[in-house]
Nanobody
């Protein structure tokens, strides 16, 4: 069983920055592929970013956040981060952290992830 706890969400003005954290339980965290997804009101959950396990050498970012968001991980702290810069009102959503404990390669498909956090709200005002 893996537990994921997100933090760092909040209200920020357009152009501002936030850093989301996701603390994970599990002795083999370093091997998990990790992802961030978001869901805006009335919309489906969408991929934001993913990072590979075992060192995090591979990362994927959605086109809508490339150049603004960065995903990283600290295996010593069992934590994955999402640094969000130049935030836009359209980034407003609940952000979820997810773990795929079966593979190390990052992927963009929500159904491939077997553990999810409870989500944290990010609101960007114009």
């Amino acid at each position: 069983q893996v537990q994921l706890v997100e933090s760092g969400g909040g209200l920020v003005q357009a152009g501002g920055s936030l850093r989301l954290s996701c603390a994970a339980s599990g002795r083999t965290f370093s091997t998990y592929a990790m992802g961030w997804f978001r869901q805006a009101p009335g919309k489906e959950r969408e991929f934001v970013a993913a990072i590979s396990g075992s060192g995090g050498r591979s990362t994927y970012l959605a086109d809508s956040v490339k150049g603004r968001f960065t995903i990283s991980r600290d295996n010593a702290k069992n934590t994955v981060y999402l640094q969000m810069n130049s935030l836009k009102p359209e980034d407003t959503a609940v952000y979820y952290c997810a773990a795929d404990t079966r593979i190390t390669s990052p992927n963009m498909t929500p159904r491939d992830y077997d553990y999810w956090g409870q989500g944290t709200w990010v609101t960007v005002s114009s």
